[in-house]
């Protein structure tokens, strides 16, 4: 395929956008080369500036799980529009969506809206630390829970320690705030409680997680930080950005039957707007601004595009449930005829997989945790990713990123990927 005017955009745009970009993973600096740059999105399908036609398994990082430019969103968003586009007052829309949304997920009372997920974990983080009047928070190594300052935190010298920043312009003084445990372990949960007794306010994690490939918590680790939270007086906040209205209606809450404090929502619930939210009971939420001290606001929150487009899509979810279960066959056909032709060619790798989320690591042991994902071959990565993107396929350009299937892909699309990858897989020896 021919990718030669995605890097004619891609010289002009590094001009005028820092690395020509507005969010890193997009200048394919994991796998190398230049990225495609898309001119319109519909189903199952990316067609690019070069007039390429791709399988999209990213699904705009997840939001769009129904595919691109599902019928109902865009009308709900068009017609929206031209009732005016931002407010700054109060709409009936923020309410019926709020209401939708508490009747999905399991657990939760009250929902705030806010524009990213960045936002909802940021904000949910500062309402744990308000509740509890405790400053430290717990996050998982190789968790992603946006680009705020308190989750830009890396794993120190020791083997569960302090935090360091792991950005430029994160401060020594947030980061102490910040522990670090691995995910999947609940010891080193344990070890954190007890050297900052007291001083804990939340634990923040990815019940399921996607930002290290996608990685599955082993049986009781989410029972057992529940049992560590309501011991400690620490609140568990579940970042279900990725996996919320997802991997089932009410999220990994529903899925796998453990409740949170707080959970955090982006990406589906905002039906491919910038949307975020975070949600808990009523007891926890009535302490934000106005009903509150915690104080937490926004120009755009509830905006209603946003809201109009967030609505058609977890109508549609909530009133086609099947969904759920046809995106998990889906993912599942992927899976073992990806691992067919890998198997076939003595490739060694692992693949994990719940629900839409997959990814594939090429290693030898099984990856869950941070570390064992960091084991993966990244020079196979990147010629698996290009031999898939040559033959019209788009992958997550990172091994550290997990896939999202959308429900407008066949069958037929996914033969067709699985067909591509036993065209090169040989090279990947
Ligand atoms: N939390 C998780 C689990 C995510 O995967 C992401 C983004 O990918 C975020 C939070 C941040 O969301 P946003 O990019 O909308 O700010």
Same mark, same amino acid.
């Given at each position: 395929?021919?990718?030669?005017?995605?890097?004619?955009?891609?010289?002009?745009?590094?001009?005028?956008?820092?690395?020509?970009?507005?969010?890193?993973?997009?200048?394919?600096?994991?796998?190398?080369?230049?990225?495609?740059?898309?001119?319109?999105?519909?189903?199952?399908?990316?067609?690019?500036?070069?007039?390429?036609?791709?399988?999209?398994?990213?699904?705009?990082?997840?939001?769009?799980?129904?595919?691109?430019?599902?019928?109902?969103?865009?009308?709900?968003?068009?017609?929206?529009?031209?009732?005016?586009?931002?407010?700054?007052?109060?709409?009936?829309?923020?309410?019926?969506?709020?209401?939708?949304?508490?009747?999905?997920?399991?657990?939760?009372?009250?929902?705030?809206?806010?524009?990213?997920?960045?936002?909802?974990? #940021?904000?949910?983080? /500062? =309402? +744990?630390? *308000?509740?509890?009047?405790?400053?430290?928070?717990? @996050?998982?190594?190789?968790?992603?829970?946006?680009?705020?300052?308190?989750?830009?935190?890396?794993?120190?010298?020791?083997?569960?320690?302090?935090?360091?920043?792991?950005?430029?312009?994160?401060?020594?003084?947030?980061?102490?705030?910040?522990?670090?445990?691995?995910?999947?372990?609940?010891?080193?949960?344990?070890?954190?409680?007890?050297?900052?007794?007291?001083?804990?306010?939340?634990?923040?994690?990815?019940?399921?997680?996607?930002?290290?490939?996608?990685?599955?918590?082993?049986?009781?680790?989410?029972?057992?930080?529940?049992?560590?939270?309501?011991?400690?007086?620490?609140?568990?906040?579940?970042?279900?950005? #990725?996996?919320?209205? /997802? =991997? +089932?209606? *009410?999220?990994?809450?529903?899925?796998?039957?453990? @409740?949170?404090?707080?959970?955090?929502?982006?990406?589906?619930?905002?039906?491919?707007?910038?949307?975020?939210?975070?949600?808990?009971?009523?007891?926890?939420?009535?302490?934000?601004?106005?009903?509150?001290?915690?104080?937490?606001?926004?120009?755009?929150?509830?905006?209603?595009?946003?809201?109009?487009?967030?609505?058609?899509?977890?109508?549609?979810?909530?009133?086609?449930?099947?969904?759920?279960?046809?995106?998990?066959?889906?993912?599942?056909?992927?899976?073992?005829?990806?691992?067919?032709?890998?198997?076939?060619?003595?490739?060694?790798?692992?693949?994990?997989?719940?629900?839409?989320?997959?990814?594939?690591?090429?290693?030898?042991?099984?990856?869950?945790?941070?570390?064992?994902?960091?084991?993966?071959?990244?020079?196979?990565?990147?010629?698996?990713?290009?031999?898939?993107?040559?033959?019209?396929?788009?992958?997550?350009?990172?091994?550290?990123?997990?896939?999202?299937?959308?429900?407008?892909?066949?069958?037929?699309?996914?033969?067709?990927?699985?067909?591509?990858?036993?065209?090169?897989?040989?090279?990947?020896?």
């Amino acid at each position: 395929m021919i990718y030669k005017r995605s890097s004619a955009l891609f010289d002009e745009a590094k001009k005028y956008i820092p690395g020509g970009v507005n969010s890193p993973v997009r200048a394919f600096n994991a796998v190398g080369g230049d990225p495609i740059f898309v001119k319109e999105a519909k189903g199952a399908y990316l067609h690019d500036e070069d007039g390429n036609k791709l399988i999209d398994y990213i699904s705009s990082w997840g939001p769009m799980i129904l595919g691109h430019a599902f019928p109902s969103v865009v009308e709900a968003v068009v017609e929206k529009t031209k009732q005016g586009t931002s407010f700054g007052i109060p709409t009936a829309l923020e309410t019926k969506i709020a209401k939708l949304a508490v009747e999905m997920v399991p657990n939760i009372d009250k929902i705030r809206f806010v524009n990213s997920g960045t936002e909802a974990c #940021m904000s949910a983080v /500062r =309402l +744990a630390r *308000g509740y509890t009047r405790k400053d430290k928070i717990i @996050k998982f190594a190789g968790c992603y829970h946006g680009h705020s300052d308190s989750f830009l935190i890396q794993a120190g010298s020791g083997a569960v320690t302090f935090g360091e920043p792991n950005s430029p312009g994160v401060t020594k003084g947030t980061a102490k705030d910040t522990l670090l445990a691995h995910y999947n372990d609940l010891e080193s949960v344990k070890t954190v409680i007890k050297e900052n007794e007291g001083d804990i306010a939340c634990i923040i994690i990815e019940p399921v997680a996607g930002n290290m490939g996608c990685i599955i918590p082993k049986k009781g680790f989410l029972e057992g930080l529940r049992q560590l939270c309501d011991d400690n007086n620490i609140l568990l906040v579940f970042d279900e950005v #990725m996996t919320g209205f /997802r =991997l +089932a209606p *009410g999220g990994v809450q529903e899925l796998l039957g453990v @409740k949170a404090d707080i959970v955090t929502f982006g990406k589906v619930v905002g039906g491919g707007l910038p949307v975020g939210a975070f949600a808990g009971k009523a007891e926890v939420m009535n302490h934000l601004a106005p009903d509150g001290p915690v104080y937490q606001a926004g120009t755009l929150s509830g905006n209603p595009l946003a809201m109009a487009a967030g609505y058609a899509m977890l109508t549609e979810l909530n009133s086609n449930r099947d969904v759920f279960e046809s995106l998990s066959k889906k993912t599942e056909y992927l899976h073992e005829g990806m691992k067919k032709v890998l198997d076939d060619a003595g490739i060694v790798h692992q693949i994990n997989r719940i629900g839409s989320m997959i990814s594939i690591h090429f290693c030898e042991n099984p990856v869950t945790d941070f570390k064992s994902a960091a084991h993966g071959n990244n020079d196979k990565f990147k010629a698996y990713f290009h031999g898939m993107l040559d033959r019209g396929v788009y992958m997550p350009p990172s091994a550290f990123e997990s896939y999202f299937l959308n429900d407008a892909l066949s069958y037929e699309d996914i033969d067709h990927t699985v067909k591509a990858l036993s065209e090169f897989v040989h090279e990947l020896k």
